[in-house]
């Protein structure tokens, strides 16, 4: 049995890019899960994605497939970035049929400063997965990282402070709590799926 684990993200500048893929390799690292890395398409085609489109565009029905769902948005003025919201907003007939409801979902973002609206872009990433009855999973606190980071961590979701940098990377502890979040999402969509034994 294998588990599907979407990981799905908007990225301008690759900090969110670089999220994905750290937590991409934690799910891939507990035994029978599989991560899937896609990306929403821009909603300009005049807007520059080079760096959004190092992922395939997802397909909708995709999300019928995963066994769970990770979402990650830089944030835009305390908000998921409109990319993300408008793939959101397309998926009504998902939400009629129920096709996500009780499968595991968690939120990660960057921003450029330390209080540049993370917590509130993870909350506006949670409440269309909750409108579509998904389990939502944060960081518990047993994550040292999340008692001592100076960069990005929030018990709500991974998340990452970029700075000013033209290519930052991820601090120790961000890396952790990414993977941390990674592995938390895959234990439990194995779990749900009757694959994991405590």
């Avoid at 670089?18 to 005049?46: D, F, K, L, Y």
């Avoid at 049929?97 to 979902?105: E, F, N, T």
């Avoid at 990452?160 to 990674?182: H, Y």
Wanted: proline residues 5%.
């Amino acid at each position: 049995m294998t588990c599907k684990v979407l990981v799905l993200y908007y990225s301008r500048d690759g900090n969110t890019r670089r999220m994905a893929n750290q937590i991409a390799r934690a799910v891939e690292s507990i035994e029978g899960c599989e991560a899937v890395i896609r990306t929403v398409a821009e909603m300009s085609p005049s807007t520059d994605a080079s760096q959004n489109l190092r992922a395939p565009v997802i397909e909708k029905a995709e999300l019928r497939t995963a066994d769970a769902l990770i979402v990650g948005s830089p944030t835009r003025f305390g908000n998921m970035a409109a990319p993300l919201k408008q793939f959101f907003d397309s998926t009504s007939d998902l939400w009629l049929s129920g096709a996500m409801i009780d499968k595991p979902g968690a939120v990660f973002t960057s921003s450029s400063t330390m209080h540049g609206g993370q917590e509130s872009t993870l909350f506006t990433m949670m409440l269309p997965m909750l409108h579509h009855g998904m389990i939502m999973a944060g960081i518990p606190y047993n994550e040292a990282a999340l008692h001592h980071t100076t960069s990005g961590g929030t018990p709500y979701g991974a998340s990452q402070v970029s700075g000013n940098s033209a290519a930052p990377i991820l601090t120790a502890d961000e890396k952790s709590l990414c993977t941390a979040l990674g592995k938390r999402v895959a234990r439990l969509a194995l779990r749900l799926k009757g694959g994991l034994n405590d």
